[in-house]
């Protein structure tokens, strides 16, 4: 029986047309995968799903019956949560808070009452949570437990999750998946969007494959392979299998030794790392969010104060780190929205970011627009940033084109050092793909390469040693041809090797 059924749902911004006669059928009771590229129409049509946008035009089923999904609240009382990637709680407030926070307009709130209700919701699914913890003081994994628990307190019967898995670790994830089964046991009915295909694959009944716009396959994951979904998505064939040569070790380029650093609290949130990185090696750096990941790249980069220890060579010193002079360093930083670009400038302009006071984009202190457009026309040309034009604003641009930008720029004057945080962070296969083997490119030619993610797989895959950082240490360090998923899985959460 089919409890959502979309016909011919169509929605433009301006001439550009996002989703483009969409016919999509979901069946009670089952989990249905969504896949495709950034930029593809996912997020617009979940929005329209869940009320944040209208169609222009088409009609949407809840059991067969046609229906108006006005807002937000429309959604709600017809059943259908969303689960966003980027968790929608307020820190500050506790699990019961956020849970009840807009249901109930009760000036005389019983929160003592609310929390044993939710106390025996979240038990009945198996979402053990402590109804009085603070969010703040939560980990991830658990976060994504409250706002299961928020969207079935408003009785949703249909959830759509939103890249859920991108931010947990290995037994988080199994957790979710065993979660999710039981969900779908009780009677409810789940919209899976991924970029994983094995996770897709494995967890969902049904898989619709979205490109440009369009609806351009539907099918059971029994009768899909990667390899097949991956070149549906893309619309081309894909080669799944990255080749990475074997490490061939030069000098050291980066030495850190006992390093402390504290976070924008005054916290420390590295403690005493050290390691070496020599040329043309790859350390991968592997942990969950929020483990000092990001104070780690800032203080090796330059960007934050060490408290204690040394980094050599110095950031605030060496000719390795002036990056105005000398483009040795590279830095893709993690959000390449709020650090990496300026949205509303243009491609040509945020690719000369690092360079704009030099020769020969700006002579006597004025731009020198032909050099600043030649260079943007190169980039596009050999990063494959797909614009219609150069002077579009970044803002513009899906998540792959826009960290294409980034990689143009900080991959420029072939750095010596490449400090990539996260640097595949909600992109697509294809996105993935053209990331991965660029990074691999700059390795073979000898760069050293300091590889973040919380992305355990894709740690294993491309790097050569392998570092586990859990609440600012470093907990382990591994070959990473030798090492297992299991153990440095275990040792990201927090357990002993």
């Known amino acids: 029986m089919s409890y959502l059924h979309l016909e011919n749902i169509t929605k433009s911004f301006g001439n550009f047309i996002a989703n ?14 969504i896949l495709g590229e950034n930029g593809a129409g996912k997020s ?32 709600i009382k017809l059943g259908i949560g969303m689960i966003h990637q ?19 307009n009760n000036l005389h709130l019983n929160l003592r009452q609310k929390q044993v209700e939710i106390s025996k919701l979240s038990q009945s699914y198996n979402l053990e949570i402590d109804p009085t913890a603070k969010i703040e003081n939560l980990p991830v994994g658990i976060q994504q437990r409250v706002e299961i628990v928020k969207v079935l307190y408003r009785q949703a019967k249909l959830l759509i999750l939103d890249e859920p898995t991108a931010v947990l670790t290995p037994s988080e994830i199994q957790s979710l998946i065993n979660i999710l089964r039981q969900l779908v046991a009780n009677g409810h009915t789940i919209i899976f969007i991924s970029h994983k295909l094995e996770e897709v694959i494995n967890l969902c009944d049904c898989v619709t494959i979205l490109r440009r716009g369009k609806v351009v396959a539907s099918t059971t994951t029994k009768e899909a392979t990667p390899q097949q979904l991956a070149d549906l998505m893309i619309g081309r064939v894909i080669n799944l299998q990255l080749e990475k040569k074997p490490v061939s070790s030069g000098k050291i380029v980066l030495s850190v030794q006992n390093l402390q650093v504290v976070d924008d609290r005054g ?71 709020k650090n990496g670009l300026v949205m509303e400038f243009d491609i040509a302009e945020n690719l000369i970011l690092k360079l704009f006071k030099n020769l020969p984009f700006s002579r006597h202190g004025l731009l020198q627009r032909d050099a600043i457009n030649n260079n943007a026309i190169s980039a596009i040309t050999e990063f494959d940033i797909r614009a219609n034009g150069i002077n579009i604003k970044a803002r513009q641009l899906s998540g792959g084109n826009q960290q294409k930008i980034i990689l143009a720029r900080e991959l420029a004057g072939e750095p010596e050092l490449i400090v990539a945080m996260q640097p595949t962070r909600g992109l697509d296969i294809g996105a993935i793909e053209a990331v991965q083997r660029r990074l691999l490119a700059e390795k073979e030619r000898g760069a050293a390469i300091l590889y973040i993610s ?44």
């Open 20 to 33: 483009d006669n969409i016919n999509l059928n979901i069946e009670t009771g089952t989990i249905h995968g």
């Open 454 to 497: 919380t992305e355990l797989e894709e740690i294993m895959t491309m790097c050569d040693y392998i570092a586990v950082i859990y609440q600012g240490e470093f907990v382990g360090i591994f070959d990473a041809a030798i090492a297992t998923v299991e153990e440095i899985g275990l040792l990201m959460g927090g357990g002993i090797r």
């Open 267 to 337: 916290v420390i949130a590295v403690k005493n790392i050290s390691f070496e990185l020599r040329e043309g090696e790859i350390l991968g750096v592997a942990g969950v969010d929020g483990n000092g990941q990001r104070e780690l790249a800032d203080a090796i980069c330059g960007l934050r104060k060490v408290k204690q220890g040394k980094i050599y060579p110095d950031p605030n010193s060496s000719p390795l780190f002036a990056r105005e002079e000398n483009l040795r360093l590279g830095y893709i930083p993690d959000d390449r929205q």
């Open 44 to 75: 617009t049509l979940m929005n329209i799903i869940s009320g944040l946008y209208q169609p222009d035009s088409g009609q949407i089923f809840i059991n067969n019956n046609p229906v108006k999904i006005s807002s937000s609240a429309t959604a």
């Open 86 to 104: 980027h968790f929608m709680l307020i820190p500050k407030l506790t699990v019961t808070e956020n849970i009840i926070l807009g249901t109930d």
